[in-house]
């Protein structure tokens, strides 16, 4: 005899559409609880492709099928499932293939099945030479074009997604590739006012720096905007000195030069100074670092600091510099002073 759950679940694909908006609806209910979440693990093999066949379907019954899968897929094991009967496929091509209410949902999902290595593996196509990485571009394109207000921003979390890929080496060696240019699409929406981009967008260029020993040509390919990105969250609130800003590109010196808006998320500002730690590093990347007068940068803006956590990111690339080529006296003892 068919348990509750067994009965609730054949309903999801019943022939009355009254019945089957009941049943997933209740479906969306129970995975938004612990225990609901565990009894309905048990059924994942037949409530899994049921679910993801409904996504295609009006939005009464996709959207409730999408937050469902969603939640399912917070368990890392349900998602390396669905990853491997094809949801990443199926969410790309409802996604792009017609006009849906439910692409945040969609977006939103594929951060979770892009938690797992298999999971990236399948959004990069790594597998199939002629589409690898067509998915990525689709997404990143659409993340770069500006949201229209009264619509939202469903393709926000393609942030998260980024992060995620920006965590397997491959995905790194993807967005690092200076044929496609991704990163510089990426790097471009640091500009945005949505937090989560901001975030997302920072932590991305820090993963991608971790590869900065094999990798820094391409990243400095991108200087134009990557300095910026990096060097403006940190450079305090100051309106810099003609003296300062005459010795930095014009993206930089102007954007110094005027009053600005602080960027006042200390996690941000953490990535930011990690990825400068991991660029200079390498000679190439100090000397890069140098030529814009970026010592003089984190002088200032360590000046202004208060969070712990940021200040010690300062001192590191700061003693750094200082082991490596020497830097000026202020900045020295301003990091002696926060150690005493």
Not at 98 to 124: F, H, K, W, Y
Not at 153 to 159: A, L, N, R, T
């Amino acid at each position: 005899m068919a348990t509750e759950l067994e009965e609730l679940i054949d309903f999801i694909e019943s022939p009355s559409p009254s019945v089957k908006r009941a049943a997933v609806d209740i479906v969306r209910g129970l995975t938004g609880s612990e225990e609901g979440l565990q009894s309905l693990t048990r059924y994942s093999d037949v409530l899994l492709p049921k679910l993801s066949r409904l996504l295609g379907e009006t939005k009464d019954v996709s959207e409730p099928a999408a937050e469902s899968l969603i939640n399912l897929s917070q368990n890392s094991e349900l998602a390396g499932k669905m990853v491997s009967m094809g949801m990443v496929k199926l969410s790309m091509d409802l996604l792009y293939k017609q006009e849906l209410d439910i692409s945040r949902l969609l977006v939103m999902l594929l951060v979770n099945l892009t938690q797992p290595e298999v999971g990236i593996a399948s959004l990069l196509q790594t597998e199939d030479a002629k589409m690898h990485g067509l998915y990525v571009m689709k997404l990143v394109r659409s993340f770069s074009t500006t949201p229209i207000e009264k619509q939202g921003d469903p393709f926000e979390h393609v942030s998260s997604i980024l992060v995620n890929i920006s965590k397997m080496e491959a995905g790194r060696k993807f967005l690092l590739d200076p044929k496609r240019g991704v990163l510089k699409q990426i790097i471009r929406q640091f500009d945005s006012t949505n937090l989560l981009r901001k975030k997302g967008v920072s932590a991305t260029i820090r993963n991608c720096c971790f590869d900065a020993g094999t990798q820094l040509p391409n990243l400095l390919l991108t200087s134009e905007f990557l300095w910026p990105a990096l060097l403006l969250p940190v450079a305090g609130n100051k309106v810099y000195r003609d003296e300062d800003t005459s010795k930095m590109p014009p993206e930089l010196g102007s954007a110094l030069s005027i009053e600005r808006e602080p960027v006042s998320d200390p996690e941000i500002r953490v990535q930011a100074l990690e990825a400068v730690y991991l660029i200079t590093l390498q000679e190439a990347g100090r000397r890069a670092f140098w030529s814009i007068n970026g010592p003089r940068i984190l002088q200032i803006g360590y000046e202004d600091e208060e969070d712990p956590k940021v200040m010690e990111a300062y001192e590191r690339v700061g003693a750094l510099l200082i082991e490596m080529n020497g830097i000026e006296e202020r900045f020295v003892e301003a990091s002696r002073d926060c150690i005493q």
